[in-house]
């Protein structure tokens, strides 16, 4: 058999490939302990320090001017402020200072800024304990508190809360996730294994979960289901709105208690229809007729969690959450506060709206039983001051009003489906009768929407 030579090439061996290190990050001046906390009027107050923000570039941000990315994603100071951060080297590109605030930023860039923090003021109502074991402590989280660090928000969260409370090398793992203005039943796990088996369960949509909500008018009887698909409008601003090409989203309703308001019998059911003359013609000076329509305790029953899902199918079906800065906020929404809208003509306009409370405008939630509204244009709202901080020049927020300290949105209710555990709360202080009516005081069985066949929603 006769051989054919062929050459060989050398089997090479790649070189390794060398990857760039990480950016550098700026350390924060200082972590104080014990955290500057001070109880002051009712509020949780967090004394001003010096903190650096760390971000790696959001995909949304790559190839963007710096300056610009400051001035459209972060409400919190105006844009002189940014300009003059990123001059004076307050703001760096992976540690580094920029030549000019029209640096464009890439991907993989770390953005860090240091400023001289200035925290909003949260309730000073404890974070309440529910159940305790070895793994996990399941809390009655206080409404208008968040559960991280987040935003204008630091060591007024429910993580620094707790770790203030217990030790500084204590590391609170949340395991389920309510909004700000929203209170009740958490999870807290005490070490990962515990954290993860909780979330697992929460996600895998092995727990039931029942929440209280106060809104708008008179609720429908029996149970009331929404399937209304939710999209994410404005991450900026929060809003989330019912659209065609949002995300799955299903709640059950079923109404609690309905409370008319005082003086029901001076405006009969006809006349009270939406923007009619008669209805207008009886609402006392300076008061909305929305106010005559009383209010609903309605219980509410998630198939699924989106963002905002409970307030935004509450805003759809008419019914808004009564103190609800957002959705149930006729300076953004109008007259008809959202009701049945699902489509997208007017979202530039609702942004807009949106932008300016807190800032120019008081951010107003109108407020829907007579007792609150008396009160409501007494009490002020946290807007810009018009003063600025004598160390940082930033401008300054008054305290927020006590109705943008929470909504009247509460988790009462997280249960097992398999019958292995149970958590639940009275019901809260608003979701109570009212002085001179009667009503119920708790939830009973021919109340739960939680007996509802649950197997056939889900796989519907």
Known sequence: MA?????????????????????????????????PYYLENGLRRVTPYHFTYNTYCKERWRGRELLNIFSSEFRDRPVEYYRKAIEVGNVVLNGEKVPSVNTIVKNGDVISHTLHRHEPPVTAQPVGIVHEDNDIIVINKPAGVPVHPAGRYNYNSVVEIMRAE?????????????????????????????????TVQIKARTVKKEYIARVVGEFPEGEVICEQPIL??????????????????????????????????????????????????????????????????????????????????????????????IYCNQRVFGQDLGRGDDKSDDDEDIMSRLTRMGKEEIAEAVAYH???????????????SGEVCHICAAPLYTDPGEHELGIYLHAKKYACEEGRWEYETPLPEWALPPPGMSGPVETTADTDPLAIDLEKLHLS
């Not at 060989?8 to 955290?35: K, M």
Request: glycine share 8%; with cysteine.
């Open 232 to 325: 994410q409008i404005s991450p900026k601003l929060g809003l989330n709105r019912v659209r065609a090409n949002g995300k799955e989203a299903r709640t059950v309703f079923k109404r609690l208690a309905y409370y008319p308001p005082s003086g029901e019998d001076k405006v009969s059911n006809g006349e009270r229809t939406a923007g009619s003359a008669s209805a207008k013609a009886d609402v006392p000076k300076g008061m909305s007729w929305k106010n005559l329509r009383g209010y609903s305790i309605v219980r509410c029953l998630p198939l699924t969690g989106r963002t905002h899902q409970l307030r935004v199918h509450l805003q759809f079906l008419g019914h808004p959450i009564a103190n609800d800065p």
């Open 370 to 384: 007579d007792e609150m509204v008396d009160e409501y244009h007494k009490r002020r709202a946290e807007k810009m």
């Open 166 to 198: 217990r030790s500084f090398g204590f590391n609170p793992l949340p395991c389920n996730r309510l909004d700000r203005l929203t209170s009740g039943i958490m999870f807290i796990g005490k070490h990962r294994a515990a954290a993860d088996d909780m």
């Open 3 to 35: 051989l054919t030579t062929v050459d060989h090439q050398p089997f090479g061996i790649d070189e390794p490939e060398v990857f760039a290190p990480p950016p550098p990050v700026v350390t924060t001046p200082c972590d104080p302990w014990p955290r």
